[in-house]
């Protein structure tokens, strides 16, 4: 009897926590198929499906950060949580005396820094959305915004690539006039057999282009694939920062006091 | 005789005589007026920002001045300053570390020019900082800070208050520390004020991971002033590090003095235009006082006075004008800047020109450089306005200028 109400809780637990049925291995039915056949796909839908399997409703990760610049070079392990587009946190595990430990909390709009030699939490100023995060090549926008790019973005498809790995749709997104993005244009290739990105190039207001992002290390988590290695090249010569996920889950229960500022002040 | 002769014949219409010498003399008292009130205002400028923010002469790191960047360091800064004692016996040297980040204060927090200085060699002479509340820096190691007082207000906090600084240290991990206010500084003026987060020297080298490194060694030359390149080339030449940069003052600032220049260039032009004009006066009045002789110039021509001695005749009465005319204005000149010794901006206090903060006083300083300008022109103007009456003069036919009335 015990027993049996041991398993009752835990399954409720699951339920209130929304934890997802455990092997799912088949894609929701809401989702766009891979259009993997078409020279001509339906760009939107197209570019749904892949955003729509770069972001699961909550994530963990394990993921080293590699940043190389002219005049120093450091690799960083970081651990992540993410619950939808608005709620995010980022832990240093392993990383320089003065930053081991370091926590970003993004809240929606706006994100909040744990220092943990100051011991003090600090909130960006907006001012400083456009800087790297920890100096790398990603800024503290790329963590915010999570802009979208079905709705910010008008989509075109520009022809089919052969890349050595086989062929991409080369798709060219224009920014929405007044949509809330700091890019003007995006060009990206996406594989035709596994409908990702493998490459990401990012335009200003003037067709400048400002950074390319290269996507590989393909890998599968359920029904999902996802790209293993990001590695952000911008157009400043010398720098470069690669992330590379060691572990990384989708869809799993993430208690809500993670991501709540209370418990960054404490620095846990 | 001829000397003689002149002087006498000034004072014949001596009233002419008086109001041509009083417009010269008017004219050198605004030349030499203008003159030490502009000098010693960029004297007092030039002191100001050469013993604080600048220094008469600043080393770099190899183009740190055009990109400051964190690791642009003096690795070494105790052989430099031995080398620098070396070249320029007596300088004082202030050491400092430039880097950039985020202040914090509760949820306040904007950008900041984290300032490293060493509290025991910025003094008198040589100081980066006026405290204006509070007290300096005590100590290396006691995390304390001194605000920008313009920073203070927009942080909303005071003394005592805890502050923490965010950046990038030297090898890319992120510095973060706090810190808690000991004292406002006042930057003499400038973004400074505003931006300015001023830690002591260790503990900037520590926040920002820089072992013995500084960005600046700012020189404080005995017996400096404007001109600086001489010892710039000394020192240059003692060090051992060629690729260092030695830059003057004014290298570091150079709106600033292309602005002095500009305005001495300006106020050169004002002087000859005021000259100009009290050169139409003496024209005017030395074509009179030989008209009026033209009779009496015609007689002594007759008498066989050669034109050379009448022309000479006349330019000595110029001549001895200029030269009381010169007389009266340095009196005058000497006795109003004297009299006026300090001159107070209070109406300029607060205002920043080029980000360097005005001088609230200024203490004028007779500038003899004007004064040999104001000499220079005023005889030169003399001259240029009696040339052609006295060449008229002396071309004179005698049978027709003694017949004339």
Redesign the interface.
């Known amino acids: 009897m015990p027993k049996f109400v041991a398993i009752l809780r835990l399954l409720l637990v699951a339920l209130v926590l929304n934890v997802p049925t455990l092997g799912l291995a088949t894609e929701p039915a809401d989702l766009p198929p891979c259009p993997s056949q078409a020279e001509q796909p339906d760009v939107a839908g197209l570019i749904k499906r892949t955003q729509r399997l770069l972001e699961g409703a909550s994530s963990t990760a394990v993921m080293t950060m590699t940043i190389r610049t002219p005049s120093w070079s450091r690799t960083l392990k970081l651990q992540t949580w993410a619950k939808g587009r608005e709620l995010a946190l980022v832990r240093v595990l392993e990383g320089g005396p003065r930053d081991t430990g370091m926590m970003t909390l993004k809240r929606d709009k706006q994100l909040w820094n744990w220092l943990p030699q100051a011991a003090r939490v600090m909130k960006l100023p907006s001012a400083m959305l456009g800087d790297g995060w920890m100096g790398s090549d990603l800024t503290n926008d790329d963590l915010v915004r999570g802009s979208s790019l079905v709705d910010d973005f008008d989509a075109k498809l520009s022809g089919i690539v052969k890349l050595s790995g086989g062929d991409a749709w080369q798709v060219v997104l224009t920014a929405r006039p007044n949509a809330p993005v700091v890019w003007g244009k995006l060009e990206l290739q996406i594989d035709r057999a596994l409908c990702l990105p493998v490459q990401e190039r990012f335009f200003d207001e003037d067709g400048k282009p400002l950074r390319t992002l290269q996507f590989s290390d393909f890998r599968t988590a359920g029904w999902r694939h996802f790209p293993a290695k990001t590695t952000v090249i911008p157009e400043e010569k010398g720098r470069e920062t690669v992330l590379q996920y060691l572990e990384l889950q989708f869809d799993v229960a993430i208690p809500d006091d993670t991501f709540s500022l209370q418990r960054l002040r404490q620095g846990r | 005789m001829w000397l003689a002769l002149a002087w006498r014949n000034l004072w014949r219409n001596a009233r002419r005589t008086r109001i041509t010498v009083a417009a010269l003399a008017l004219g050198v008292v605004a030349i030499v007026f203008l003159e030490t009130y502009r000098e010693s205002t960029f004297r007092q400028v030039i002191e100001n920002i050469t013993s604080g923010a600048l220094g008469h002469l600043q080393i770099h790191a190899a183009g740190w001045q055009k990109s400051p960047?964190l690791?642009r360091l003096i690795a070494e800064p105790a052989q430099v300053e031995a080398q620098v004692l070396r070249a320029l016996p007596g300088t004082k040297i202030a050491p400092r570390v430039l880097g950039y980040g985020?202040v914090?204060a509760g949820?306040q927090?904007?950008?900041a020019a984290v300032l490293g200085i060493d509290p025991a060699r910025e003094q008198g002479e040589l100081h980066f900082v006026e405290i204006t509340k509070g007290k300096h820096l005590s100590g290396a190691g006691r995390r304390e800070a001194l605000l920008g007082v313009d920073l203070a207000e927009q942080l909303g906090i005071g003394l005592g208050g805890e502050v923490?600084?965010?950046g990038?240290?030297?090898?890319?991990?992120?510095?973060?520390?706090?810190f808690t206010v000991v004292g406002l500084a006042d930057a003499g003026g400038g973004e400074l004020n505003g931006s300015g987060v001023f830690l002591h020297l260790v503990d900037a080298q520590a926040f920002f991971?820089l072992g013995n490194g500084v960005h600046q060694l700012v020189l404080r030359v005995p017996g400096g002033h404007e001109d600086m390149q001489v010892p710039q080339t000394v020192l240059h030449g003692q060090l051992a590090d060629k690729s260092l940069e030695v830059l003057t003052w004014d290298q570091l600032v150079p709106e600033l003095k292309s602005t002095m220049n500009e305005k001495r260039k300006s106020q050169a032009v004002l002087s000859y235009v005021l000259f100009l004009l009290v050169a139409l006066g003496v024209l005017n009045a030395m074509t009179m006082a030989t008209l009026e002789r033209t009779r009496e110039l015609g007689v002594l021509a007759s008498l066989g006075t050669r034109p050379r001695q009448i022309l000479g005749l006349i330019l000595t009465e110029a001549l001895l004008q200029g030269v009381l005319g010169l007389a009266l204005g340095t009196g005058v000149a000497l006795a109003t800047v004297l009299a006026v010794g300090d001159i107070s901006l209070a109406a300029f206090a607060k205002q920043d020109i080029l980000g360097i903060r005005f001088p609230t006083t200024v203490h004028l300083v007779m500038q003899w450089h004007g004064l040999a300008q104001a000499a220079q022109i005023a005889l030169v103007t003399m001259l240029v306005g009696s040339v052609l009456p006295a060449w008229r003069a002396a071309r004179m036919k005698p049978a027709e200028a003694t017949r004339s009335y």
């Open positions: 960047e690791e985020l914090g949820e927090s904007t950008g923490v600084l965010v990038q240290a030297f090898d890319g991990s992120v510095a973060n520390d706090r991971g």
